[in-house]
């Protein structure tokens, strides 16, 4: 197996990139659905972690990229998946 560079990686990502974005230029309605869901499933993280932290819960979802487009691309049932895998790792 070959292993790529940093340099290879970067153009496969820009390629993905610019494709994705070509084919999304007639979707905003799409794009704009999912932005507005990923905005609101970090706010809901950052207060479910709140309130899981003032309950004494040892249950906290960071808030990063990948949860972000989790989010973002599952909406709620996303964050309530991150918040069913940090429930899995205490038990």
Known sequence: MKNFGSGTL?????????L??????KKTEWMLNILM????????IYFINDALLSMGIPIE????????L??????????AVLYGIGFYKIL
């Not at 970067?10 to 610019?18: D, G, P, Q, W």
């Not at 869901?37 to 809901?44: F, K, V």
């Not at 989790?70 to 964050?79: E, H």
């Open 61 to 68: 979802v960071g808030i990063n990229p990948v949860t972000v």
């Open 10 to 18: 970067v153009i496969i990502f820009s390629c993905a990139l610019v």
């Open 70 to 79: 989790t989010s973002g691309i599952l909406g709620f049932p996303g964050v």
């Open 37 to 44: 869901r990923g905005i609101l499933g970090t706010i809901a």
């Open 20 to 25: 994705l974005v070509g084919a999304l230029r």
